[in-house]
């Protein structure tokens, strides 16, 4: 059975950082992302790496504060977040991907965690 399992959620003030790992069991998957969901608002992509963890791609409004990352051995990936805004607040989900390649576009994604809350206050 696949599944991808969050944590490392929380709240945090302005300018704060946390870190979210993603554990995946039942399989080694390719690339891999996070996305976020904000209230009333789309899911949007946020991170994603290649199977080799060589290759990253970030969304531009996080892009030199967050980083992603994975531990082949542990089948984890993480999402450092730094100088973290008011804005990052939302659900954040890992996703996984059969398919080899990096993609920004959540319905390429076969398998998803169940979500962990990020809050920033001001």
């Known amino acids: 059975q696949v599944q991808l399992v969050e944590s490392g959620g929380g709240s945090v003030q302005a300018g704060g950082s946390l870190r979210l790992s993603c554990a995946a069991s039942g399989r080694t998957f390719s690339s891999m992302g996070w996305f976020r969901q904000a209230p009333g608002k789309e899911r949007e992509f946020v991170a994603a790496?290649?199977?080799?963890?060589?290759?990253?791609h970030y969304a531009d409004s996080v892009q030199g504060r967050f980083t992603m990352s994975r531990d082949g051995a542990k089948n984890t990936v993480y999402l450092q977040m730094n100088s973290l805004k008011p804005g990052d607040t939302a659900v954040y989900s890992c996703?996984?991907?059969?398919?080899?390649?990096?993609?920004?576009?959540?319905?390429?994604?076969?398998?998803w965690g169940q979500g962990t809350q990020v809050t920033v206050s001001s």
């Open positions: 790496i290649s199977s080799s963890g060589g290759s990253r």
């Open positions: 996703a996984a991907r059969r398919s080899v390649g990096i993609n920004m576009d959540p319905k390429n994604y076969d398998y």
